[in-house]
């Protein structure tokens, strides 16, 4: 049923483009898919228990978009994964001037850097960056994956655009309203399926549209070098009497120096929860019986192009929670989880790719001590057209 729905969106909107006439529209059609084989050797995952999703995975996306005129283009795409199949895209966008965009539908809002790269045909490693990991982290389930699993597509309207200072600076803005995050009420913390068309009708919980914005500046050095620095905030309220709020902020710098790319990016998510009464909690519930915790993420990561055909990287990365949590909860009121990747791409044909990492973890809650080690390994192909 949930693939006939999503199959279903897209065969709307082809027949709905093809309605126009032909003159007027520019099609694109695209795609990608990976087969990911994640081998973890440790498979008792050390005290805390092991939740991972290993074996073979599959993620694939399929995307049309169209001109339909000088002014307004639409997008249309069907992912499927782990989450099984999503629609993370369905807009228009009116387009007045290049400073001045107004996007109207379903789409992931803007924020941070990492995100217009989220398909894994984008990137070299086989998983995303810890801050936004949804679903391939060792112990996803106790984590409750990243800071803001990515991509998180939402309905709303983004107002957003760009200008240049003359030919070496580039500004780009965006402010939005969408739904917002949610959760059922005695959470203590957001349940990320809610925002996902696998959760069946996509109403807000509480009337309450939560919102944001992204700023960067671009800042060409040369014809093979930029610099592009960020900031995004994103806040709103996830229980169904908005009394409870979540505010998530992340500062981005990326830079291109010849054949490498150097990324940074930092998130931190803090959020208000209230412990449901006789859950006991490892520590003190103040009087007020309202609670809240932080959730940091970072990551650094540094990839090569060394031919046309290899390209490396290595990345650094992790996890940093400081807040009570349940007296049943693995994690200590203050824990954290550190990654280190080596990965690589070999390109076999144009447009189809085999791709290799190893990964080091390591699992703490005496912070900064590295207490608990595990290896993962990941072997996947990937193809676009």
Not at 65 to 94: I, R, T
Not at 141 to 152: D, I, K, R, T, Y
Not at 243 to 263: E, H, K, M, N, P
Not at 289 to 299: I, N, P, Q, V
Request: glycine share 10%.
């Amino acid at each position: 049923m949930k693939m006939t729905r999503a199959l279903f969106a897209c065969a709307v909107a082809a027949i709905v483009l093809r309605a126009a006439p032909a003159a007027a529209i520019e099609r694109n059609f695209a795609g990608s898919a990976q087969l990911d084989y994640l081998f973890v050797p440790d498979e008792t995952g050390g005290t805390g228990g092991r939740s991972v999703y290993d074996g073979f995975t599959t993620e694939a996306a399929l995307k049309l978009a169209a001109d339909v005129s000088d002014h307004l283009s639409a997008n249309v795409k069907v992912c499927y994964g782990c989450h099984g199949f999503e629609l993370p895209m369905a807009y228009f966008d009116y387009r007045v001037a290049d400073e001045l965009v107004v996007r109207a539908g379903r789409f992931s809002p803007s924020f941070g850097a990492f995100n217009i790269r989220h398909d894994p045909a984008n990137h070299v490693t086989s998983d995303k960056p810890l801050p936004y990991d949804m679903g391939r982290m060792l112990r996803l389930s106790e984590w409750n994956l990243g800071v803001l699993p990515s991509p998180f597509p939402d309905n709303g309207v983004e107002i957003g655009g760009s200008h240049w200072f003359g030919e070496r600076v580039q500004l780009d803005y965006a402010v939005y309203a969408t739904s917002g995050f949610r959760a059922p009420t005695g959470s203590n913390d957001l349940t990320w399926g809610l925002s996902q068309t696998r959760g069946g009708n996509m109403i807000d919980n509480n009337g309450r549209p939560g919102g944001g914005g992204r700023v960067a500046a671009t800042f060409r050095i040369g014809e093979a070098n930029d610099m592009t620095v960020g900031g995004s905030v994103m806040y709103g309220t996830w229980d169904p009497d908005n009394r409870f709020y979540y505010l998530i902020g992340g500062g981005d710098l990326s830079a291109r120096i010849g054949r490498t790319q150097v990324r940074l990016e930092y998130l931190v998510r803090r959020q208000t929860f209230a412990p449901p009464p006789g859950v006991p909690y490892k520590l003190i519930v103040p009087p007020s019986g309202e609670e809240s915790f932080e959730k940091h993420g970072a990551y650094l990561e540094i990839e090569r192009s060394m031919s046309e055909t290899v390209t490396l990287l290595l990345r650094a990365d992790g996890l940093y929670r400081a807040g009570n949590v349940p007296a049943t909860s693995p994690l200590a009121p203050r824990a954290a989880v550190f990654r280190y990747t080596a990965a690589g791409t070999l390109a076999l044909a144009p447009g189809f790719r085999l791709k290799a990492s190893a990964e080091l973890y390591a699992f703490s809650n005496d912070v900064p001590v590295h207490q608990d080690l595990e290896l993962a390994f990941h072997l996947a192909v990937v193809g676009t057209f």
